[in-house]
């Protein structure tokens, strides 16, 4: 996939504009997806892995709203830092 990057224009990027980033980044640069908890079918919790930024963990709660959770690598317990 050749998408292009959405412009970063820093401090003066509107929240719109950063929504437009972290989609793109998700389409081009996420290089694994696992689920935590697989018995919970679609929601719960994932382990992310980008090319760019390590390892995250994200929640998902909606496919209706943007409800953001995420973890760094440093904020993860000892179990997900390993999945």
């Known amino acids: 996939m050749n998408e292009r990057p959405p412009t970063f224009r820093g401090c003066l990027s509107t929240d719109e504009d950063e929504v437009r980033r972290r989609e ?16 919970h079918g679609r929601f719960g919790d994932y ?27 440093s904020e993860m317990t000892p179990e997900e830092s390993d999945a």
């Open 24 to 39: 793109w980044r998700g389409r081009t640069e996420i290089d694994e997806v696992r689920a935590l908890e697989p018995k």
């Open 47 to 73: 382990i992310v892995a980008s090319s760019s930024s390590g390892r995250y963990v994200v929640e998902i709660r909606s496919l209706r709203q943007r409800i953001k959770k995420v973890l760094s690598q």
